[in-house]
């Protein structure tokens, strides 16, 4: 089974339907708000996002060591060969 | 009605020296005047994004960072320095007998 | 200040903004909804209407280019995409906003970059 790792924000509509996707398919996966999260996570959220693509855009997905930033379900989809 | 019904006073040629800006009320119309290099810039006091004072703002040559979140826009035409299709309203000046006038548009943009 | 109200003012305020750029707000109403609501909230807590799908950094020249509507600062890319990132605002032309995908700044430079 891949690894789903995900950066989400408590106010971002897409960073839901990101969830509810995996949910749908039954996939495990982690996440973190990194508005909720304390100073030293947000640290480590913010070095991976911008070392990935210098932005601070959610939802930032990680299937194993790829990386999908946005809602983007056939991406998903096809990282994880559904 | 003729036009130089529309100038109207706003303040002494010598209350406001180089890179000073004095925010007015005229005729219901909040308005920012401002003096640079000798010449006098009239523009609304609101700024487009978020309604807030520019007249709390920094004023650097001809342009002013709003307070709020630091939109800057050139006085004299009214441009919003990341996005020219947005302006803050811009008025006319001149001056006459140490008065400084200005002419509010008719649509009383800015209000 | 009714919470209600205000989202009404932020709707006011940034309908003006956006149309001399090309957009308007998502024909998805609930979207909108949601999202002006977030934005409420946020500046409550903090001050300014900041994007709900973008995070801040604490640095001020950063944060300050992820106030709603943040289109001005990130034009190329939202008008590539037609959408701001959240999708609160579209290009005036859409219609159906959920035909919109949002596009990674990575990638949107990359495929910039091969044209
Ligand atoms: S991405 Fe959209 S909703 Fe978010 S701040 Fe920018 S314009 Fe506003
Ligand atoms: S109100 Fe002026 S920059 Fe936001």
């Known amino acids: 089974m891949k690894k789903v790792v995900m950066y989400t924000l408590s106010t971002c509509p897409w960073c839901m339907r990101a969830k509810k996707f995996f949910r749908e398919h039954d996939i495990p996966f982690e996440y973190t708000d990194y508005d909720k999260a304390d100073d030293r996570t947000k640290e480590a959220i913010k070095e991976d996002c911008l070392a990935h693509g210098s932005e601070m855009s959610f939802p930032f997905v990680k299937i194993d060591d790829k990386v999908v930033v946005g809602y983007n379900p056939e991406k998903y989809a096809t990282l994880l060969d559904l | ?111 | 200040m009714d919470d209600e109200k205000r989202k009404e003012q932020l709707r006011t305020m940034f309908s003006k903004v956006v149309d001399p750029l090309g957009y308007k707000f998502s024909t998805d109403e609930e979207l909108v909804e949601f999202l002006l609501e977030q934005e409420v909230n946020i500046e409550k807590e903090k001050g300014s209407p900041f994007c709900p799908c973008q995070g801040l950094t604490g640095e001020r020249e950063h944060d300050m280019k992820l106030v709603c509507p943040c289109i001005p600062f990130h034009r190329e890319h939202y008008d590539a995409m037609k959408r701001c990132w959240c999708g609160l605002y579209v290009h005036k032309d859409v219609d159906d906003p959920d035909s919109l995908m949002q596009i990674s700044l990575k990638e949107f430079l990359e495929s910039k970059n091969k044209d």
């Not at chain 2, 342009?63 to 006319?92: M, N, S, T």
Request: with cysteine; aromatic share 10%; hydrophobic share 35%.
């Open chain 2, 1 to 111: 009605m003729k036009q130089e019904d529309n100038w109207i006073f706003a303040l002494k040629e010598d209350e406001l020296s180089n890179g000073e800006k004095k925010p007015l009320l005229i005729e219901g119309n909040k308005v920012l005047v401002l003096k640079i290099d000798g010449d006098f810039f009239a523009i609304s006091n609101k700024c487009p994004h978020m309604e807030c004072p520019l007249s709390k703002g920094t004023l650097e040559q001809y342009v002013i960072k709003c307070p709020c979140h630091d939109w800057r826009f050139d006085v004299r035409e009214g441009k919003f320095l990341d996005a020219e299709e947005i302006r803050v309203p811009i008025y006319e000046t001149k001056v006459m007998e140490e008065g400084v006038f200005i002419k509010l548009s008719k649509e009383g943009a800015g209000k």
